[in-house]
């Protein structure tokens, strides 16, 4: 038996701004769970006016209106969410997404089925001009070696569910010195999979909206910047080129979409080195002889993949 779901209680985080009509939507997937215990939403205003209207307090699920009391942005957001929540369970959902029913029953069927597991996802539906498309993750590789291989854009943080003590007093809140607060999530499963194995409830329950809104859409110096970071940050991929060479070619994609050509061909010479078939190779190549990054970006999208 899991001892950690003795307490089912769940705060679920959202940070938001000035989205209030995503926001809603956001909030109406959480009121579809049907969960046999406490569940409240944290929503935290990062560098906006909060709209206390939207709290409420009913049997068993309430809503608690608080301001961004950290660093600006998003990881400082989500760690005062975490901070204020007062349950045994945190959840994340971005204020752009949403979640489907049973949800939360199905992440805690997992949880129940490997012992060990402090953390759940979900399968996701990614939705982008009209069309899901759905992934699932691979149970197989969810570990610190398969996240340092490969993102799997497919666990996605509006999906996460994690044990609270567990995320402060071991696994360690939201990073804040990320540049821009990019890839905040992928840094967190990579230390969260140090601590303890991801069980994974594999259906698509969480639908992620892509859309020319989403904060990282085409953000590329920060992109560059922060993928720097991570990669300083664990220094163990430099034990795994594929994963090293996946990072290295986002960021020539990166480089050639700010224009700096020169600083694209070296990244992608040095991509090749360490993974001659990286596939963001030719798609940086594209981009520096100038085709837009943001019809390469749409046409990954399509496919329910980023670049």
Avoid at 151 to 171: A, G, Q, Y
Avoid at 251 to 266: E, L, P, T, Y
Wanted: overall charge negative; some cysteine.
């Amino acid at each position: 038996m899991n001892a950690v779901l003795d307490d089912r209680s769940v705060s679920v985080v959202i940070a938001t701004r000035d989205r209030p009509e995503l926001l809603q939507r956001a909030l109406d997937g959480v009121r579809l769970q049907r969960h046999d215990a406490p569940v409240e939403v944290v929503i935290v205003f990062d560098r906006t006016e909060p709209d206390l209207a939207l709290q409420c307090d009913e049997d068993g699920f309430r809503i608690r209106v608080i301001t961004n009391a950290r660093i600006g942005g998003l990881a400082g957001a989500r760690n005062t969410g975490i901070q204020a929540a007062s349950h045994a369970w945190i959840a994340f959902c971005d204020d752009d997404d949403e979640w489907l029913e049973g949800k939360l029953a199905a992440q805690f069927d997992a949880l129940a089925a490997l012992p060990e597991a402090r953390m759940a996802c979900t399968g996701i539906f990614i939705r982008y001009e009209g069309e899901d498309t759905a992934r699932i993750p691979d149970t197989a590789v969810m570990n610190f070696e398969g996240f340092l291989n490969d993102r799997m854009t497919e666990v996605h943080p509006s999906s996460f569910l994690i044990h609270r003590d567990t995320l402060v007093n071991e696994i360690g809140l939201v990073d804040e010195d990320i540049p821009g607060s990019y890839a905040e999530d992928y840094d967190l499963l990579l230390r969260a999979t140090r601590v303890a194995p991801l069980a994974v409830a594999e259906s698509p329950l969480t639908r992620v909206w892509w859309h020319g809104g989403s904060y990282f859409f085409e953000r590329w110096q920060t992109i560059d910047t922060a993928l720097d970071y991570i990669v300083d940050k664990f220094p163990e991929f430099h034990d795994h080129p594929a994963g090293l060479a996946r990072i290295r070619g986002q960021q020539a994609v990166a480089k050639a979409a700010m224009g700096d050509r020169s600083g694209a061909i070296r990244t992608v010479v040095d991509t090749f080195k360490l993974n001659p078939l990286e596939k963001r190779n030719p798609v940086a190549l594209a981009v520096a002889a100038g085709l837009p990054a943001g019809t390469a970006l749409k046409a990954a999208h399509r496919l329910g993949k980023g670049i």
